[in-house]
């Protein structure tokens, strides 16, 4: 079963607000990865995070590695309606390695 | 380029049936990852492929499930004796080397499996 812990499971916000969210593991990842997931189609990735503390920014997206290595956030700013979708956050031991996924948080914006 | 594609993209079969899906990952990533996601629930790896090997199967739920990538590139996963529970969909990823830190699996469509 997964082993990454996501929160919250579903948000729904009005266009414009900033949101938040994390994922957090009993165990240690190397590498912790912020994927999209739009209907019918495979996750998307949107950042990536390779050393504990890193802070990475991509447009209006933010994410931090955890210094514990055992989590990671990602904040949405100013957020539009087309970020509508299920944002799933991964983790990684090794390259190469399989990912393991969060449950996911539904990201639902009101016009 | 062409992404990750997946076919069928939608399948249904019944109960104890056998069935293939393939994977053609983008042209020249050497790494090759099937994963599986029930409704509601995030990605869960089953199986990835370093060239035409198994580097890692342990996945696998059991023996009914087998995948193979005999030429390096497009993959089959095979489910024999299909189940209810194995309903999902079949995500197939691919990766330009798969030995290092910075690399990006790059996912395909999936093909929705429902066993009736």
């Known amino acids: 079963g997964q082993q990454l812990n996501q929160s919250p499971q579903s948000m729904f916000i009005q266009e414009g607000e900033d949101v938040s969210m994390n994922c957090t593991s009993s165990s240690i990842f190397n590498t912790w990865l912020w994927y999209k997931q739009d209907p019918g189609e495979g996750p998307v990735l949107l950042i990536a995070l390779y050393k504990a503390g890193e802070l990475t920014s991509n447009g209006r997206l933010t994410a931090q590695f955890g210094i514990t290595r055992k989590d990671s956030f990602l904040n949405i700013s100013a957020s539009i309606p087309s970020d509508v979708g299920i944002y799933f956050c991964?983790?990684?031991?090794?390259?190469?390695?399989?990912?393991?996924f969060g449950g996911g948080t539904r990201l639902m914006v009101k016009p | 380029g062409a992404g990750v594609s997946q076919t069928p993209s939608n399948k249904v079969t019944e109960k104890g049936k056998y069935v293939e899906l393939r994977c053609d990952p983008i042209?020249?990533?050497?790494?090759l990852y099937w994963y599986r996601q029930s409704l509601g629930q995030g990605p869960e790896f089953l199986i990835y492929?370093?060239?035409?090997?198994?580097?890692?199967d342990s996945g696998l739920p059991n023996d009914r499930f087998f995948a193979v990538r005999p030429e390096g590139s497009v993959s089959t996963l095979k489910i024999q004796r299909t189940e209810r529970g194995d309903s999902a969909v079949y995500l197939c990823a691919s990766s330009l080397v798969g030995g290092l830190t910075t690399d990006t699996q790059y996912f395909g469509p999936g093909t929705r499996l429902t066993v009736l």
């Open positions: 991964a983790g990684r031991v090794n390259a190469g390695n399989m990912l393991t």
């Open positions: 042209s020249g990533h050497t790494a």
């Open positions: 492929f370093q060239g035409t090997g198994a580097a890692d």
